[in-house]
């Protein structure tokens, strides 16, 4: 196992203990749970750099990492909508449209990288999650419930996006 494989998986380990934050909201907790999020955040970046840099690209990685990124996103969100921050239905988008790109790799031979739209996505939830757990005052409600559905866009826009040069690649139902 790669040392990025390994970078990945203690993303994967984070989990937990940003769920129990969550689920015992305090001040100190949001801090702690912010601080374990954007450092696990950070890791997602580190561990393609170092696959590059090392020439240590695996299909284990290739596999890995996309999931832990969306177990990342997804698993913040869930203790927000109990805790009442943001809307099921927002995240439900968010879900469907891993999902729907999930499932639609499945049959692919080869993944693209990510454009500048999956680049956005990425940033703009990294950044939705971060205000919505940091314990910010009432204040800031406002701002992050609005970077939330910034992201929610960012999201869609990006699955439309990847899924739409994909319609070129099918055969034509051209009778003759």
Same mark, same amino acid.
């Given at each position: 196992m790669t040392l990025p494989n390994w970078i990945t998986l203690s993303r994967l380990l984070a989990?937990? @203990?940003l769920l129990y934050c969550l689920d015992n909201p305090t001040t100190e907790t949001r801090t702690v749970g912010l601080v374990i999020f954007l450092i696990a955040a950070a890791t997602d970046w580190l561990d393609g750099y170092l696959a590059r840099k090392l020439n240590q690209v695996t299909d284990l990685g290739k596999f890995l990492d996309p999931? @832990?990124?969306?177990? =990342?996103?997804l698993a913040p969100l869930l203790p927000l909508i109990q805790l009442g921050q943001v809307p099921a239905w927002g995240v439900f988008l968010i =879900? +469907?449209?891993? =999902? +729907? &790109?999930?499932?639609w790799r499945v049959n692919?031979?080869?993944i693209t990288g990510a454009n500048i739209w999956g680049k956005l996505k990425t940033?703009?939830? &990294? &950044?939705? &999650?971060a205000l919505l757990i940091a314990p910010l005052p009432v204040s800031w409600q406002i701002p992050a419930i609005i970077a939330f559905w910034i992201s929610v866009a960012f999201t869609l826009i990006s699955g439309v996006i990847y899924l739409l040069p994909q319609k070129s690649e099918q055969p034509s139902a051209v009778s003759q």
């Amino acid at each position: 196992m790669t040392l990025p494989n390994w970078i990945t998986l203690s993303r994967l380990l984070a989990l937990p @203990v940003l769920l129990y934050c969550l689920d015992n909201p305090t001040t100190e907790t949001r801090t702690v749970g912010l601080v374990i999020f954007l450092i696990a955040a950070a890791t997602d970046w580190l561990d393609g750099y170092l696959a590059r840099k090392l020439n240590q690209v695996t299909d284990l990685g290739k596999f890995l990492d996309p999931l @832990v990124d969306k177990l =990342l996103v997804l698993a913040p969100l869930l203790p927000l909508i109990q805790l009442g921050q943001v809307p099921a239905w927002g995240v439900f988008l968010i =879900l +469907a449209r891993e =999902l +729907a &790109i999930a499932g639609w790799r499945v049959n692919k031979t080869t993944i693209t990288g990510a454009n500048i739209w999956g680049k956005l996505k990425t940033v703009s939830q &990294i &950044i939705a &999650i971060a205000l919505l757990i940091a314990p910010l005052p009432v204040s800031w409600q406002i701002p992050a419930i609005i970077a939330f559905w910034i992201s929610v866009a960012f999201t869609l826009i990006s699955g439309v996006i990847y899924l739409l040069p994909q319609k070129s690649e099918q055969p034509s139902a051209v009778s003759q």
